[in-house]
């Protein structure tokens, strides 16, 4: 792991200047020249941002590769649930990028990229640095909505946590359930789509109910759902009846009218007609493409980034390409395994063009698991095509409900397995 | 916008074109490695294998009976059998002759 940054005027020697028309002439025109490699900075170390620099790393030694994260660590947010539940430890779904360092040759800057400037191709960090593409990939994953419930703002995160952002949003929401007595209430507020990992809030909800009734069986669990349905929804409440009965209730949007405001003072969630006080409350807000996205000029009115579907190359702003939770990704859920995905098809479109790799047709791929209790895990998942107009659904599984122990058993172990793989097939 | 979307596009398109039809010209180790991403996200390179097996270092026949069980039914798990749904058989010769090639040792890179 290296912390050292390189500034313009380090490499700024380097980088070709090649004339609009040249150019246009060769796709490839910094490796061909030879004089210097082409550059990549990609912003954001997750599922998305660390695979493409893993592939475009792996792809070709005349491209060289910069990868920011704002942290020398990153916790993923899927199996955060299961941190949650007392199935895995912090430590277990918290990753280093020393070997997309030392193996790769992947320059890492551990810093904050505070801006981004489409027209001269250059990524600003917050310590002042500037750095140089000739392609930028944008992987910032989500930031919240926070004028949209009156009193949630970035203020209330510490007292409700969304811990929809693993580390210490996450570590807070544990603590706060460990500290709570038997027989309080957690209530959670489930977030209006589009929003990260579709089943993540009833994994969560299925996570807190397997340590209450492990630890504090007289707690409930309440559900302030933004939404009138939700993914693997009966397999979901089935599993709910089987393993918790009586502990949760969920309410869909057309009961309360969903969320309205919050009171952080006294840990109140405000609906239409009804105040719900909670001793653990974890309200997730709607959200949108980070941070950067937006001031970049990357995000639509929507609030998220719309892509060329066969390159990931963002619409609005040339020379920059986007994958993950950031983007509009037509019929794909926004997953840790749809961010790999997406970023395979990126870096191949990147290793086309600038080292002129040979390209085939884009294939994309997704599948969530999601753990309702011990040994018995459900998934869902697709395959997906490119076309002219979005990222399109082509065929697609779901489990089923009457499905054995035994399955259920062996798709947790599934899960497990899957983890240790896209890690590291993020992280190296 | 539309001017944009135009542009970054097209030169796209062409690529693509010109080489899917290089693909078809019997460079199958060079798919099978594209294709190997789909897997990878999954079955680990090295020997940890857990529920989900490794898959290198297999004779390409096996590979590609495995995989059209998957296809044709006679194989249970469903996120297999929607993987093979999208594989023809270029497909499954391409990652048959890839994964066959990798070794435990070369996982590093």
Same mark, same amino acid.
């Given at each position: 792991?290296?912390?050292?940054?390189?500034?313009?005027?380090?490499?700024?020697?380097?980088?070709?200047?090649?004339?609009?028309?040249?150019?246009?002439?060769?796709?490839?025109?910094?490796?061909?020249?030879?004089?210097?490699?082409?550059?990549?900075?990609?912003?954001?170390?997750?599922?998305?941002?660390g695979t493409v620099a893993r592939y475009v790393a792996k792809g070709s030694d005349d491209i060289a590769v910069t990868?920011?994260?704002?942290? =020398?660590?990153?916790? @993923?947010?899927?199996?955060?649930?299961?941190?949650?539940?007392?199935?895995?430890?912090?430590?277990?779904?918290?990753?280093? &990028?020393?070997?997309?360092?030392?193996?790769?040759?992947?320059?890492?800057?551990?810093?904050?990229?505070?801006?981004?400037?489409?027209?001269?191709?250059?990524?600003?960090?917050?310590?002042?640095?500037?750095?140089? &593409?000739?392609?930028?990939?944008?992987?910032?994953?989500?930031?919240?909505?926070?004028?949209?419930?009156?009193?949630?703002? =970035?203020?209330?995160? +510490?007292?409700?946590?969304?811990?929809?952002?693993?580390?210490?949003?996450?570590?807070?929401?544990?603590?706060?359930?460990? !500290?709570? +007595?038997?027989?309080?209430?957690?209530?959670?507020? /489930?977030?209006?789509? *589009?929003?990260?990992?579709?089943?993540? =809030?009833?994994?969560?909800?299925?996570?807190?109910?397997?340590?209450?009734?492990? &630890?504090?069986?007289?707690?409930?669990?309440?559900?302030?759902?933004?939404?009138?349905?939700?993914?693997?929804?009966?397999?979901?409440?089935?599993?709910?009846?089987?393993?918790?009965?009586?502990?949760?209730?969920?309410?869909p949007l057309d009961i309360t009218g969903g969320v309205k405001a919050v009171d952080v003072a006294s840990n109140t969630?405000?609906?239409?007609?009804?105040?719900?006080?909670?001793?653990?409350?974890?309200?997730? /807000?709607?959200?949108?493409?980070?941070?950067?996205?937006?001031?970049?000029?990357?995000?639509?009115?929507?609030?998220?980034?719309?892509?060329? /579907?066969?390159?990931?190359?963002? $619409?609005?702003?040339?020379?920059?390409?986007?994958?993950?939770?950031?983007?509009? /990704?037509?019929?794909?859920?926004?997953?840790?395994?749809?961010?790999?995905?997406?970023?395979?098809?990126?870096?191949?479109?990147?290793?086309?063009?600038?080292?002129?790799?040979?390209?085939?047709?884009?294939?994309?791929?997704?599948?969530?698991?999601? $753990?309702?209790?011990?040994?018995?895990?459900?998934?869902?998942?697709?395959?997906?095509?490119? @076309?002219?107009?979005?990222?399109?659904?082509?065929?697609?599984?779901?489990?089923?409900?009457?499905?054995? !122990?035994?399955?259920?058993?062996?798709?947790?172990?599934?899960?497990?397995?899957?983890?240790?793989?896209?890690?590291?097939?993020?992280?190296? | 916008?539309?001017?944009?979307?135009?542009?970054?596009?097209?030169?796209?398109?062409?690529?693509?074109?010109?080489?899917?039809?290089?693909?078809?010209?019997?460079?199958? &180790?060079?798919?099978?490695?594209?294709?190997?991403? +789909?897997?990878?996200?999954?079955?680990r390179l090295d020997e940890s294998a857990g529920q989900i097996p490794a898959i290198f270092g297999w004779p390409e026949?096996?590979?590609?009976?495995?995989?059209?069980?998957?296809?044709?039914?006679?194989?249970?798990?469903?996120?297999?059998?929607?993987?093979?749904?999208?594989?023809?058989?270029? +497909?499954?010769?391409?990652?048959?002759?890839?994964?066959?090639?990798?070794? *435990?040792?070369?996982?590093?890179?």
């Amino acid at each position: 792991m290296t912390n050292r940054t390189m500034t313009r005027r380090d490499f700024g020697s380097k980088v070709i200047t090649v004339s609009a028309a040249a150019a246009a002439a060769s796709l490839a025109a910094p490796a061909v020249l030879g004089a210097a490699k082409a550059r990549v900075v990609v912003i954001g170390g997750g599922a998305g941002g660390g695979t493409v620099a893993r592939y475009v790393a792996k792809g070709s030694d005349d491209i060289a590769v910069t990868l920011i994260n704002d942290s =020398p660590t990153y916790s @993923t947010c899927f199996f955060s649930n299961l941190y949650l539940g007392g199935f895995r430890s912090f430590e277990s779904i918290s990753h280093s &990028y020393d070997t997309l360092a030392a193996d790769y040759g992947i320059e890492v800057v551990i810093d904050r990229a505070a801006g981004l400037d489409g027209n001269g191709r250059t990524v600003t960090l917050a310590n002042g640095d500037t750095l140089n &593409y000739d392609k930028a990939v944008v992987a910032p994953g989500i930031d919240f909505k926070f004028d949209a419930i009156e009193g949630y703002g =970035p203020d209330a995160v +510490e007292t409700m946590p969304h811990a929809w952002q693993a580390g210490a949003q996450a570590k807070n929401l544990k603590r706060q359930l460990l !500290d709570m +007595e038997d027989g309080g209430t957690f209530v959670i507020c /489930p977030p209006p789509n *589009p929003f990260r990992c579709p089943p993540g =809030p009833y994994e969560r909800i299925s996570m807190v109910a397997h340590y209450f009734k492990s &630890y504090k069986p007289h707690s409930k669990i309440v559900v302030l759902d933004a939404k009138n349905k939700f993914s693997k929804q009966k397999l979901f409440e089935d599993g709910w009846a089987r393993h918790f009965p009586d502990m949760i209730e969920w309410l869909p949007l057309d009961i309360t009218g969903g969320v309205k405001a919050v009171d952080v003072a006294s840990n109140t969630i405000i609906t239409d007609d009804e105040k719900f006080q909670a001793s653990v409350a974890n309200v997730v /807000p709607p959200q949108k493409a980070g941070q950067i996205a937006q001031d970049a000029g990357l995000a639509d009115e929507s609030g998220w980034c719309p892509i060329v /579907p066969e390159t990931l190359a963002s $619409l609005q702003v040339p020379n920059v390409h986007l994958v993950g939770d950031a983007i509009i /990704p037509g019929d794909m859920p926004k997953s840790g395994f749809s961010a790999n995905s997406q970023a395979k098809v990126c870096a191949q479109a990147i290793l086309a063009e600038l080292a002129s790799k040979q390209a085939f047709k884009p294939r994309f791929r997704n599948t969530c698991w999601s $753990l309702i209790t011990t040994d018995d895990s459900i998934k869902v998942g697709a395959n997906y095509e490119a @076309t002219e107009e979005k990222i399109a659904k082509i065929e697609g599984f779901v489990s089923q409900a009457d499905e054995s !122990d035994e399955v259920r058993a062996q798709t947790a172990a599934e899960a497990r397995a899957w983890y240790d793989a896209i890690t590291a097939d993020i992280f190296g | 916008m539309a001017a944009l979307k135009g542009s970054v596009l097209r030169p796209f398109a062409v690529l693509l074109f010109v080489c899917q039809i290089e693909a078809q010209a019997e460079d199958l &180790y060079a798919y099978g490695e594209y294709l190997s991403g +789909e897997c990878l996200t999954c079955h680990r390179l090295d020997e940890s294998a857990g529920q989900i097996p490794a898959i290198f270092g297999w004779p390409e026949d096996k590979f590609v009976e495995i995989l059209a069980m998957y296809k044709h039914g006679a194989r249970e798990n469903a996120a297999m059998r929607n993987v093979a749904a999208s594989l023809g058989d270029e +497909e499954m010769a391409a990652l048959a002759r890839y994964f066959a090639s990798q070794t *435990p040792k070369e996982s590093a890179q």
